[in-house]
T-cell receptor
Framework: ETGVTQSPTHLIKTRGQQVTLRCSSQ?????VSWYQQALGQGPQFIFQ???????GRGNFPPRFSGLQFPNYSSELNVNALELDDSALYLC??????????????FGEGSRLTVL | SQQGEEDPQALSIQEGENATMNCSYK?????LQWYRQNSGRGLVHLIL?????REKHSGRLRVTLDTSKKSSSLLITASRAADTASYFC???????????FGRGTSLIVHP
């Protein structure tokens, strides 16, 4: 158990809809990273939040957006869903964007299916 | 884009045998990590090796790092059926502290 919780665990949406995924980080961690993992692939970095500010972004379009709250929990929002957005969305917390050990603590993920 | 690439993509062995997985990467790194993922679950951190280290051990795990070849290997000794999982290497390039993952090696250990 990492102490990182994600919700919901599974959800089904249709093309064009919007979705919000939530993540509670491990106690004491101030950094949250979001990854998208398609079936049979490795996790792809979406973005990272450090102390409520976006600290880095991968190659994802602007319809992928996020927030980090003062308690360091985080949300991932995806607008105008496409079929290719179907994936496991992983949240990972860590201590410090450029400090700490660099080790990521992952939640169990949110499985999104877009029909 | 993938910074690290694991090899082989799939590995099937018998319980008790050793399993070796390799990771190659493209640019200079701060450190390299190995993670494990059981089917459809979250990733679990196994071991981190810094760019100035050459070898690290943790229980049945041994990790080596060759920065001149930009490669790392993960050795699991005396494998068990419970080691069946996907294994990923993650690197953070110099100037970035964001781990980037490869496509993983799928390990099956037959009892």
């Amino acid at each position: 158990e990492t102490g990182v919780t994600q919700s919901p665990t599974h959800l089904i949406k249709t093309r064009g809809q919007q979705v919000t995924l939530r993540c509670s980080s491990q106690s004491g961690h101030n950094t949250v990273s979001w990854y998208q993992q398609a079936l049979g692939q490795g996790p792809q970095f979406i973005f990272q939040y450090y102390r409520e500010e976006e600290n880095g972004r991968g190659n994802f379009p602007p319809r992928f957006s996020g927030l980090q709250f003062p308690n360091y929990s985080s949300e991932l929002n995806v607008n105008a869903l496409e079929l290719d957005d179907s994936a496991l969305y992983l949240c990972a917390s860590s201590l410090g964007a450029s400090g700490g050990t660099g080790e990521l603590f992952f939640g169990e993920g949110s499985r999104l299916t877009v029909l | 884009s993938q910074q690290g690439e694991e090899d082989p993509q799939a590995l099937s062995i018998q319980e008790g045998e050793n399993a070796t997985m390799n990771c190659s990467y493209k640019t200079s790194i701060n450190n390299l990590q190995w993670y494990r993922q059981n089917s459809g679950r979250g990733l679990v951190h196994l071991i981190l090796i810094r760019s100035n280290e050459r070898e690290k051990h943790s229980g049945r795990l041994r990790v080596t790092l060759d920065t001149s070849k930009k490669s790392s290997s993960l050795l699991i000794t005396a494998s068990r059926a419970a080691d069946t999982a996907s294994y990923f290497c993650a690197t953070d390039a110099v100037g970035s502290y964001i781990p980037t993952f490869g496509r993983g090696t799928s390990l099956i250990v037959h009892p």
